[in-house]
C-alpha cells in the first residue's frame, strides 16, 4: 500500500512535517519514506490511500487505562458523594469491578476500543479488574483486541482486598498470560501482557515478595503510586518506608515497570524512580476528577524520568489528555510558563513512543519512519496560521481535536476511513454492551445494598 497526498507529521527530530512525500507500506511496516513521485514510479500498481491533503501521524499512545471502568458512565452510587479518592475506591470502582462477568469484561473492552479507534488512539496500555471474573479476564481482553485490530498490553490487578484466595487467582492470571504471550507472541505482537498490582496500599509484604518471586524472566509491573496520601501513610504504617522504598526492597521497579500517578512522591523516591529507569505515567483528568492533587511532573522529567501521558480510564482522545497537562501545571502554579508544549510532546509523543517500543519489542511505535510498525492516522485540519516544527505543539494544543481524525490505521490495517469503522458495527456492539451494562449495574447495585459501604 502507497500513502500518498499527506502532509506528514514523523514525530523525528528535525524534519517532523515532510511536504511532497509518500509512505510506503507492507506487512505492517513503514517500509520507505520518499517522494511521492519517486515511490509512485518504484510501487506501480500498489494499492493507494489517498490522504486528500490531510495530515498523516503516528497514532496516539495511552500508557495507562482501565477497560473495565467503561460501565461506570452514567452510574450513580446509590448513597452520599464519596468524600475522598478511598471512598471513590470502595464506593465505586470496587463494588464496580466485582460486578463484572467475563461478558462484561468482553463488552467493556470492545466499547473502550472502539473509541480509541476513532479518536486515533492506536496503542493503549490496559490495567484490568474483574475479581469475580478472574481466571479468564485477560484472554476476554485479547478477544477484543483481536475483534478491533488495536495493539494493547493488559495486566491482571493483584491486591489483597478479597482475601489470599482472590490475591492467588489473580497472581496466575498475570503469570499465565504473560507466558502465553512470551510463547505464541499472538495477533502479530498486538498483544502484551504485563504483570498488574492494584497499589501498594492494598498489598501485604508477602503479597508483593511472592508477586516478584512469580514474574516470568523480562517482565514487569504496572501499578498504580501514591495517588493519594493514604498510599504513602499505609506504606509508613506497614513498614516505615514510604512507597516506591517500599516498591523497590520488594524488587517492583525498574526498566520493565510502569509506575502510574506518583503524585504525592517526594524528592527521594523520584531519585529511586530515576535510577531504577521505572517508567511513570501522568494522568491529569483523572488526578483532577478524583480531587487528588497534580504530581511534580517538571521535577520527574528534569531528574530524566521516562514520564508518559496515559488517561486513566477517560476518553481514549489523548489529545484531550494533553491539553489537560499543559491547562493544570500552569492553574496549580499560579505560572503560565509551566509545562510548556514541547514538554507535553516529550511525555505524550517521545516517551510514550519509548515506552510502547520498548515494551511490545522489535519495531518502533509511535514514529513515521522506514522500519516503524504502521499505526497512522490523518487529520483533517486546516491551519490558517504559519504551522511548522517549532509551532507545531501548539497547533496540536490550541487547533487539534479528535473529531479530526478520519483515518486509523494499525499495523498497516485500514480500522477506520472517513470516519467510518470498516469491519465493526459500532451501533450493534454498543447494544449489546448496554444489555451487559444492565446486568453489571443490577449487581453493583445489589453488592453496594449488602456491603457497609452504604
Ligand atoms: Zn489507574
Redesign the pocket.
Known amino acids: 500500500m502507497i500513502v500518498t497526498n499527506g502532509k506528514i507529521i514523523t514525530w523525528n527530530n528535525q524534519d517532523s512535517i515532510l511536504y511532497g512525500c509518500a509512505l510506503k507500506i507492507s506487512e505492517g511496516i513503514i517500509k520507505e519514506i520518499s517522494s511521492q513521485d519517486e515511490i509512485l514510479t518504484k510501487y506501480p500498481g500498489e494499492e493507494i490511500l489517498d490522504a486528500d491533503g490531510q495530515y498523516v501521524m503516528p497514532g496516539n499512545i495511552c500508557a495507562?487505562?482501565?477497560f473495565y471502568g467503561a460501565f461506570a458512565r452514567g452510574l450513580g452510587i446509590p448513597s452520599e458523594s464519596p468524600d475522598s479518592f478511598p471512598e471513590i475506591l470502595k464506593k465505586l470502582w470496587w463494588p464496580l469491578d466485582r460486578s463484572l462477568t467475563l461478558e462484561g469484561v468482553y463488552n467493556s473492552a470492545l466499547v473502550c476500543m472502539i473509541d480509541a479507534i476513532r479518536h486515533g488512539t492506536t496503542t493503549l496500555f490496559d490495567?484490568h479488574a474483574s475479581q469475580n471474573a478472574i481466571e479468564g479476564s485477560l484472554e476476554q481482553i485479547a478477544l477484543a483486541v483481536e475483534k478491533t485490530g488495536l495493539r494493547v498490553s493488559t495486566c491482571y490487578e493483584v491486591t489483597d482486598r478479597d482475601g489470599i484466595e482472590k490475591t492467588l487467582r489473580g497472581i496466575r492470571e498475570n503469570v499465565r498470560n504473560i507466558e502465553y504471550v512470551k510463547k505464541q507472541k499472538p495477533l502479530n505482537g498486538r498483544y502484551h501482557s504485563l504483570f498488574g498490582l492494584h497499589a501498594s496500599l492494598t498489598l501485604s509484604e508477602k503479597t508483593l515478595d511472592m508477586c516478584r518471586d512469580t514474574l516470568p524472566d523480562g517482565s514487569g509491573f504496572h501499578i498504580?503510586v501514591a495517588?493519594h496520601p493514604i498510599d504513602e501513610y499505609d506504606s509508613m504504617r506497614k513498614c516505615k518506608m514510604r512507597v516506591v522504598e517500599r516498591l523497590e526492597k520488594h524488587g517492583i521497579l525498574g526498566f520493565n515497570t510502569i509506575a502510574?500517578?506518583c503524585v504525592h512522591v517526594d524528592a527521594g523516591e523520584i531519585v529511586k524512580l530515576a535510577e531504577s529507569g521505572t517508567w511513570v505515567t501522568h494522568?491529569p483528568r483523572?488526578n483532577m476528577n478524583n480531587g487528588v492533587g497534580i504530581g511534580d511532573v517538571e521535577s520527574m522529567l528534569r531528574m530524566g524520568i521516562n514520564v508518559c501521558i496515559?488517561n486513566?480510564?477517560f476518553s481514549n482522545s489523548m489529545w484531550e489528555e494533553w491539553k489537560t497537562a499543559y491547562l493544570v501545571h500552569k492553574h496549580n502554579n499560579l505560572d503560565p510558563r509551566k509545562m510548556p508544549g514541547d514538554e507535553i510532546i516529550k511525555m505524550g509523543v517521545c516517551n510514550n513512543a519509548k515506552l510502547a517500543t520498548h515494551m511490545f519489542g522489535g519495531a518502533s511505535i509511535g514514529r513515521i519512519l522506514p522500519g516503524a510498525r504502521a499505526d497512522i492516522i490523518f487529520v483533517d485540519y486546516q491551519p490558517f496560521t504559519e504551522m511548522n516544527t517549532n509551532n507545531l505543539p501548539w497547533h496540536i494544543l490550541f487547533g487539534f481535536h479528535e473529531s479530526m481524525v478520519t483515518m486509523t490505521m494499525v499495523d498497516g490495517k485500514v480500522l477506520m476511513y472517513d470516519r467510518k469503522l470498516l469491519e465493526l458495527d459500532e451501533r450493534e456492539i454498543a447494544e449489546s454492551a448496554m444489555n451487559c451494562a444492565r446486568g453489571v449495574w443490577e449487581k453493583y447495585n445489589t453488592l453496594f445494598e449488602s456491603s457497609e459501604e452504604k
Do not use: A
Request: proline share 0%.
Open positions: 495507562h487505562t482501565h490495567h498504580h495517588e502510574v500517578h494522568q483523572s496515559g486513566d480510564g
